[in-house]
Nanobody, 119 residues
């Protein structure tokens, strides 16, 4: 089992940047696929960016070209670099670790970090 702690959220003006971090502990980080999700009030949680254990990435259309997901297996950390932020990026951002157990997908969530984009 893996424990996840997000950090780096805050208040930023439109057009600004933030970098979120998600630190993992308790298991072998490198074998997990990692994702960043977000949820704003009244909306469903949505996938923002995903990086596999092998380093392949995928992004929601709404953030392509603005957000970059990366991982540092030596530091057991996944990052989300967010540039050109928009008010509609305001949400609680969560990281999730996913692993195929052999019979099902196991998923573990962090507690979330608030990102607010406002002038």
């Amino acid at each position: 089992q893996v424990q996840l702690v997000e950090s780096g959220g805050g208040l930023v003006q439109p057009g600004g940047s933030l970098r979120l971090s998600c630190a993992a502990s308790g298991s072998t980080f490198s074998i997990y696929h990692m994702g960043w999700y977000r949820q704003s009030p009244g909306k469903q949680r949505e996938l923002v960016a995903f990086i596999t254990s092998g380093g392949s990435t995928n992004y929601a259309d709404s953030v392509k070209g603005r957000f970059t997901i990366s991982r540092d297996n030596a530091k057991n950390t996944v990052y989300l670099q967010m540039n050109s932020l928009k008010p509609e990026d305001t949400a609680v951002y969560y990281c999730k670790a996913t692993l195929w157990s052999g019979s099902k997908w196991d998923g573990y969530w962090g507690q979330g970090t608030q990102v607010t984009v406002s002038s």
